[in-house]
């Protein structure tokens, strides 16, 4: 059937290819599309309009963002058009919804062609001869998604890892360990959970010239999708996309790359993070310092930065350890975060050096008191995890689902370190046969000073023994930067 051009408006030619059939080569090219379209146009004496095409795109998931098909039904829905010309209507949409808003244009006389047929939108058979076309495609979908999502679900219940094969950690296999490139994987996922930025992370992997195996730097984004990855940690798992879960479904053979509670942490450090928030280190109180005013109940003090007060020499911008009252702290309780770090630096310095704590100090440096002042910090820092994570589902940020997901690995590792401490015997005790530690305090602030920050958090660790840092309200000022005037009378240790 000929179509005699009822207006001068062009006809758009809209070309369209998935990036599975393109690798298969199931199908003609954009070019091969445009070019046939464009025939097509000549035979029937119609202008050719706007040239829209989208490279690598589906026409079934909803979700999907394709320009090419934005911009042709602006200029439909615009009358800038008078119609479209696809090599096939499957190259066009497989959404029944998007059938539905053509024929919404009817009215304006729009035309749908493809290589062989016209649609008459404006006439009973036109509107029934297109949406059968468009259902039967859709249906085509329907059935290939079903398919393959079984045959994914079964090769991965098979114990096959899904994915790319040219994978960061492993050879071709996907499951032979590549040595030096798991060993970048260990030492990320070490100093992430150590407190170290992701920033600072991914400019030093540029400067040693680590790259992904497609060759490109590494970015912050594809630093985190690298170390949250459960292959990593040995999982074989399988996400169901229509509801969004994903379910372990075997592991690999042999060691994995990370341990299983190492990466459960790491994962859920990062779900706990509110969307925009900057990734900031641990500072060198965290997790150690509470709030010690009167009628706050030891809350334990966050470090915000200060906008509104004068930077820091160097411009950084100012902090403060603060009992943050927006979870659930008093918010009477501030101090500059570098002056209680220099002065909480001199507390450490003085107790390690003062000879009558020479045993004690050594008893809590083997094994760091038996492991007390670890497992101490690892539920509170696991229950920190947990609370930020309820505020984040409070705020709506996160779902119930993954809610559930981050939570579930963080209760069983809080039970498992709680009853570990529990079996522990009494930190303060002096174990027999322990050599007193001799240190003067020169040497121990030379220690101190050439310390990295793990190691400064080792030795506050060290000097506490299982104790807390319990920061009093500021007498004058908030926020003030006197060290002197911070260390005698607004921190003690108990």
């Not at 029937?44 to 989208?54: K, Q, S, T, Y």
């Not at 170390?227 to 379910?247: F, L």
Request: with cysteine.
């Amino acid at each position: 059937m000929d179509v005699e051009p009822g207006s001068v408006k062009p006809f758009d030619i809209y070309a369209r290819v998935s990036e599975l059939k393109r690798q298969q080569k199931k199908e003609p090219s954009t070019e091969g599309q445009i070019e046939v379209c464009r025939d097509v146009l000549i035979d029937r004496g119609l202008p050719e309009g706007e040239v829209l095409r989208d490279l690598d795109k589906s026409a079934w998931n909803p979700t999907v963002k394709r320009p090419g098909w934005d911009t042709l039904m602006d200029r439909l829905e615009g009358g800038i058009s008078g119609g479209a010309i696809v090599f096939d209507l499957e190259r066009l949409t497989r959404i029944p919804g998007d059938a539905e808003r053509l024929i919404g244009l009817a009215d304006r006389g729009i035309l749908i062609l493809d290589s062989e047929s016209v649609y008459d939108l404006t006439t009973p058979n036109g509107k029934k001869s297109f949406r059968d076309a468009i259902n039967a495609a859709a249906y085509y979908s329907d059935r290939l998604s079903t398919r393959v999502r079984r045959g994914v679900r079964r090769r991965a219940m098979a114990g096959t890892p899904l994915g790319d094969s040219n994978r960061f950690g492993f050879e071709a296999d996907r499951v032979t360990l590549k040595d030096d490139e798991a060993d970048i994987l260990r030492e990320l996922t070490r100093r992430l959970l150590a407190g170290e930025t992701m920033k600072a992370l991914v400019a030093e992997l540029d400067e040693r010239g680590v790259r992904s195996r497609r060759g490109q730097p590494i970015k912050i984004t594809s630093l985190q999708a690298l170390v949250t990855r459960p292959i990593n940690c040995g999982r074989i798992t399988y996400t169901d996309t229509k509801i969004g879960v994903q379910t372990v479904v075997g592991h690999l053979p042999g060691e994995p790359i990370v341990e299983e509670e190492d990466f459960d942490r790491l994962c859920a450090m990062f779900a706990s993070r509110r969307r925009g928030r900057p990734n900031n280190p641990i500072y060198l109180c965290s997790g150690y310092s509470v709030c010690g005013h009167a009628d706050c109940d030891e809350h334990r003090l966050h470090v915000r930065p200060r906008y509104d007060m004068t930077p820091y020499p160097d411009g950084e911008v100012t902090r403060s350890y603060i009992c943050n009252p927006g979870v659930g702290g008093c918010g009477k309780t501030e101090i500059d975060q570098r002056a209680m770090d220099a002065a909480v630096a001199t507390l450490v310095i003085g107790i390690l050096s003062d000879p009558r704590n020479a045993t004690a100090i050594e008893s809590a440096a083997h094994l760091i008191a038996s492991e007390t002042a670890r497992l101490d910090l690892a539920i509170a820092e696991a229950e920190e995890v947990v609370e930020a994570l309820a505020d984040r589902l409070g705020r709506g940020e996160i779902t119930l689902i993954r809610y559930d997901v981050a939570v579930k690995p963080l209760d069983a590792r809080i039970a498992k370190l709680k009853s570990e401490r529990d079996a522990l015997p009494d930190p303060d005790a002096d174990p027999a046969g322990q050599q007193p530690l001799a240190a003067t305090r020169e040497q121990w602030k030379r220690r101190w000073d050439e310390a990295d920050h793990k190691e400064k958090r080792d030795l506050l660790k060290m000097a506490l023994r299982g104790k807390r840092i319990v920061v009093a309200p500021a007498e004058r000022g908030r926020g003030s930067r006197d060290e002197a005037d911070i260390l005698r009378h607004r921190i003690s240790i108990g």
